[in-house]
């Protein structure tokens, strides 16, 4: 009897602090004095300053913006230690918004924004360092498009950063110049990290673990930054990027199978080496032309093929398993290869502005035993699909 | 009685007239009859030290060398009465760009008052005073600055960190609504703003005002020809060399893609403009770009819309809005979706409406 009182004492207890707890969590009330303080420093903000975020984690509900100020620092106290969550965002498309040259971002992290986390445009210089951009609830197609996301900048460098849960790409650079990306971990995203219609980049030493497609390097077309070209990729680990694709419709990673490891589309001037790309159940590296996709387009100076490109000494991994069958190239893959997951696949269209034996000037040098290669000849549905490698056994300089 | 006590009244005495003259300040300043526009002082801190409006403040009642003007079609900002005004230092003009941009000296400051009649059908009566927001060129650059309104709407004080408010009002069919009301924060202001990264105005061009206007019961019948006789514009034929911008409600200035355009010029153009901040999407409204369908959205694939595509593929389906991302952003309050991505927290039904009839009659198909 006495026991039993006891339980249900505490039973009670627990009950009711349960319910304080999740009242608190709900009502989230607005860090306004932060924001206050925060954004005045922006505005007021002169060259070299340094904008410092204590530790806390704060609820704001409006975007923070820095604005035609040049070099200025936004550091937190950690990407564990200051968080600013925008659960409740009345207004702003994104987190931050930066529009200003050499600024850098560092040691914080932002959550639930309602649209991208950072966005940081026509920027001569933007570093971001040991920044985090995550949402809370995991992946859901609700979420933001891109946590990190320089746009139309120059010298990006994002360095030792997290991006996890995006409903289009962690971390995603488009119609940039000079770009780096390393050092960080880019996990259940729909992309991992996206390298979009960008020129000179380099991808390395990154972890794109679990997402639905690890990285792409696409080039797209009627974008004001035209065509892209040469990226590397190496020493990269690119896992297990089997994740179910919950982008949203009309947003080209829709197209991305579950279970792709890397995939050049209209990509020129790309070399991929020394990665791992282990246990993807669709394939490893894809290499497409943007005929692949269907779309049309409207843009004269836009050229839709992937040509220039150098893959070697990468090490390819996989499990049994089944390829996607969600998505038409995941359709497509288990339609002429049954159950069979592919180390590299090419679509094999060719420009026919181009001469030569290997007129799109594709290389390929891997040692991994069995690799599986096809070229799908998809130009000619698929009639003569190839799976000899010996024709693209050339270096690029 | 002691020395001492004798200075602590003196003190205090020299304290409260200190003091009274502090809180009076801001109104003795307001009595004035002409402008007070000191170029080192700017930005004031309080709106009614510049001495645009005669007293009370609320009823906008400009002073002489203040003009108000109005474009024929404008900016939706959450239902908001917006109530604009130019003023000039004496003996210095306006030019007219070869695009129709006014050009305007050095010291100009634009105006604009956003607020909310209680009752929309007596939008001169009891007004709730939101903010004020003044566009000032200071050698040769654009700065802006927002003031917001007390309570009692009796003066507006210098904000750069914006504001949310709550407002309400009756529309004029007697339906009540309330709205979060976002006063942008100084750097939100070069979001709209802004060609090549420079801070612009937006509404003062010679097509958008070549009509007539009525203020308080004043009719002007060709504001660029009013502009010119009030001596802040220069001399010139511009009424007929800039064809008037179609006014998006009023189907007897243009036909529908006509008013659509201006429509989304005007709301849009700002940003999807080849030198506006998203010139990165490749998406240009307005038009000027009416020549290349693909530009103004007809079958065009997002490029980073992420979930703003709200899962349709193309900004404009011809004949299907519902199918159109342009219409799904500017129909949707997420600020992760909506489109203008600032500036409102609800749709505006009626643009929505002619938007919705234009892409019905569009003609033609995606692939």
């Not at chain 2, 060398?65 to 109530?83: C, G, M, N, Q, W």
């Amino acid at each position: 009897m006495h026991n039993t009182l006891i339980a249900l004492l505490s039973f009670s207890a627990l009950l009711l602090i349960q319910s304080c707890q999740q009242a608190s969590q709900e009502e989230n009330p607005v860090d306004s004095d932060l924001y206050e303080k925060i954004q005045t420093q922006l505005i007021n903000a002169q060259t070299g300053d340094v904008i410092e975020i204590p530790a806390g984690t704060y609820h704001l509900d409006r975007s923070l913006s820095l604005e035609g100020v040049s070099n200025v620092t936004i550091r937190g106290a950690g990407m564990d230690a200051t968080i600013l969550s925008f659960k409740n965002q009345k207004a702003g498309a994104e987190g931050l918004r930066i529009t200003a040259d050499s600024v850098t971002i560092e040691q914080l992290t932002i959550m639930d924004t309602k649209g991208d986390g950072i966005k940081a445009q026509d920027c001569k210089g933007i570093t971001f360092r040991k920044v985090n951009t995550s949402w809370s609830d995991g992946a859901k197609a609700s979420n933001g498009g891109y946590g990190l996301y320089p746009v139309s900048s120059e010298d990006v460098l994002i360095d030792s950063c997290m991006a996890s849960y995006a409903s289009d790409a962690g971390i995603y650079v488009g119609q940039c110049n000079n770009v780096i990306v390393r050092n960080s971990l880019a996990f259940e995203n729909v992309a991992g990290i996206e390298i979009e219609n960008c020129t000179n980049s380099k991808v390395y030493n990154n972890i794109a673990r679990g997402n639905t497609g690890g990285i792409l390097v696409f080039d797209l077309p009627e974008l004001p930054a035209g065509n892209g070209s040469l990226c590397k990729v190496y020493d990269n680990v690119i896992e297990a990027n089997n994740h179910k694709n919950f982008a949203p419709e009309g947003n080209i990673v829709g197209i991305v199978p579950p279970g792709t490891g890397l995939i050049l589309l209209a990509a020129k001037g790309v070399e991929i080496y020394n990665n791992k790309i282990l246990n993807h159940k669709t394939m490893g590296i894809a290499i497409a032309s943007y005929h692949i996709t269907e779309e049309k387009w409207n843009d004269e100076n836009y050229d839709p093929y992937t040509y220039d490109v150098y893959i070697h000494n990468n090490s390819f991994e996989r499990e049994r398993a089944v390829p996607d069958l969600t998505k038409d190239f995941g359709k497509l893959i288990n339609y002429l290869f049954p159950g069979k997951p592919q180390d590299i696949i090419y679509d094999g269209i060719l420009d026919d502005t181009r001469e030569g034996s290997n007129p799109m000037n594709l290389c390929i040098q891997e040692s991994s035993d069995g690799l599986r290669f096809a070229n799908v000849d998809a130009a000619n549905d698929f009639e003569n699909v190839e799976k000899d490698l010996s024709k693209y056994d050339c270096t690029i300089q | 009685m002691s020395n001492r006590a004798l200075k602590l009244i003196f003190l205090y005495t020299i304290f409260t007239l200190l003091f009274i003259q502090n809180c009076q300040r801001p109104s003795s300043v307001q009595t004035s009859t002409s402008v007070n526009f000191q170029p080192e002082a700017i930005p004031y801190q309080y709106l009614s030290e510049y001495s645009f409006f005669t007293t009370p403040l609320p009823q906008q009642q400009a002073n002489a060398s203040v003009i108000a003007y109005e474009p024929r079609t404008a900016l939706f900002t959450d239902y908001a009465h917006k109530a604009r005004f130019v003023w000039m230092p004496d003996s210095v003009q306006a030019s007219v760009a070869a695009d129709g941009s006014i050009l305007f000296p050095n010291n100009t400051v634009l105006i604009k008052s956003f607020y909310y009649p209680i009752d929309f059908n007596k939008p001169e009566e009891n007004r709730r005073m939101i903010e004020t927001r003044l566009l000032i060129k200071k050698a040769r650059q654009w700065e802006a600055f927002t003031y917001l309104w007390n309570e009692e709407g009796t003066e507006a004080k210098l904000n750069l960190i914006g504001d949310i408010q709550e407002v309400s009002w009756n529309d004029k069919a007697g339906i009540a609504h309330t709205v979060d009301y976002i006063v942008p924060n100084k750097n939100q202001c070069k979001s709209c703003h802004n060609r090549n990264s420079e801070l612009l105005p937006i509404g003062p061009k010679a097509q958008h005002l070549n009509g007539a206007f009525t203020y308080q019961s004043t009719k002007t019948p060709n504001q660029l020809q009013h502009w010119q006789e009030a001596g802040i514009l220069e001399a010139g034929n511009w009424q007929n060399q800039f064809a008037p911008t179609p006014i998006w409600n009023d189907p007897q200035t243009e036909n529908l893609e006509a008013r659509a355009l201006a429509y989304l010029e005007v709301n849009c153009g700002h940003c999807h403009h080849p030198e506006g901040p998203a010139h990165t999407t490749g998406l240009y409204l307005g038009k000027d770009f009416i020549d290349d369908r693909t530009k103004l959205g007809q079958c065009k694939p997002p490029v980073a819309a992420g979930k703003g595509s709200g899962g349709r593929k193309y900004s404009i389906v011809p004949g299907q809005p519902d199918s159109s991302i342009l219409y799904y952003r500017m129909l949707s309050d997420d600020p992760g979706v909506m489109m203008p991505e600032i500036g409102r927290a609800i749709a505006h039904e009626e643009g929505l409406a002619l938007i919705r009839e234009w892409i019905l009659e569009m003609n033609g198909a995606c692939n």
